[in-house]
């Protein structure tokens, strides 16, 4: 069964980096496509991006420009970092497996718990 | 970006009682090549992360009960849950991913009543 967990700290100064990782276990993080997605407090959720193939990206074009995700195939991890934070980043930071086929399907089957960012002024 | 509305944004229903919730797209999902809608359904119990519970469109995930369901093709779906049971208590996202960026619909909240 894979898992995933998020880490990170969980307070950022507004105008800093967010940067998280997620740890992948039960499986190999070299096979899937890897996203991380945030959900604002009582908010709905919005796609961040994914890497595969270890190491291509493709990113939400709302966030494009500050949004960077990496991964680390030796530590079976991949990462986030986001730049220029501010108060609207504030938010649960979820990564998840981003199930991938030959027919183009891209559904999240599994998920990491979550973990709160708060960005402080 | 395909824009997913999801309705209504809250519903309460009798346990054992049908649940049903509607998800727009703002174009079709409809995948020309297999004939498939790229549409998935997830819930999102308190303090959870999201599950995913249906993808193209009806298909139902391993593990997820009988009582769910999806239909609808195009811009049009829907999830039923057919007896409301009392862990049902969630809110349920729609999700497209015919195009990226993916997109997911703002979420209803089922409550019992």
């Known amino acids: 069964q894979v898992q995933l967990q998020e880490s990170g700290p969980g307070l950022v100064k507004s105008s800093e980096t967010l940067s998280l990782t997620c740890s992948v276990s039960g499986g190999s993080i070299s096979a899937y496509y890897w996203s991380w997605i945030r959900q604002p407090p009582g908010k709905g959720l919005e796609w961040i991006g994914y890497i595969y193939n270890s190491g291509s990206t493709n990113y939400n074009p709302s966030l494009k420009t500050r949004v960077t995700i990496s991964v680390d195939t030796s530590k079976n991890q991949f990462s986030l970092q986001l730049t220029s934070v501010s108060a609207a980043d504030t938010a649960v930071y979820y990564c998840?497996?981003?199930?991938?086929?030959?027919?183009?399907?891209?559904?999240?089957?599994?998920w990491g718990q979550g973990t709160m960012a708060t960005v402080s002024s | 970006d395909i824009v997913m509305t999801q309705s209504p944004e809250s519903l309460a229903v009798s346990l054992g009682e049908r649940a049903t919730i509607n998800c727009k797209s703002s174009q079709s999902v409809l995948y020309s090549s297999n004939k498939k809608n790229k549409l998935a359904w997830y819930q999102q119990r308190p303090g959870q992360p999201p599950k995913l519970l249906i993808y193209w469109a009806s298909t139902r995930e391993s593990g997820v009960p009988d009582r769910f369901s999806g239909s609808g093709s195009g811009t049009d779906f829907t999830l039923t849950i057919s007896s409301l049971q009392a862990e049902d208590v969630a809110v349920y996202y729609c999700?497209?991913?015919?195009?990226?960026?993916?997109?997911f619909g703002q979420g209803t909240k089922v409550e019992i009543k």
């Open positions: 999700q497209q991913y015919y195009s990226p960026p993916w997109t």
């Open positions: 998840a497996r981003e199930f991938y086929d030959s027919d183009g399907i891209h559904v999240f089957d599994f």
